[in-house]
């Protein structure tokens, strides 16, 4: 399965104080069995639950503070 990595660096913060990543539906596919997996401090990835909205044409990734990662999705 393809995938997307992530920094910190990558996340901007949004007006309810939450950090959220934006890609367009047509880097990740519509959104059906996305995997968010957060690197931990041994560098293993380990998978969280984040809130994912979509808006027209972008899903949204949002999670209390900026963290490496990656995202798991189908073609």
Not at 27 to 33: L, M, S, T
Request: charged share 35%; no cysteine.
């Amino acid at each position: 399965m393809p995938q997307r990595i992530f920094t910190k660096e990558d996340f901007v913060k949004n007006s309810n104080n939450e950090y959220e990543i934006e890609y367009r539906i047509g880097e990740v596919g519509i959104g059906a069995n996305l995997i968010v997996e957060k690197k931990n401090e041994n560098g293993e990835y380990e998978v969280i639950q984040p809130e994912m909205t979509r808006v027209d044409d972008s899903m949204f990734i949002r999670w209390s503070e900026p963290f490496e990662g990656r995202l798991i999705y189908e073609d």
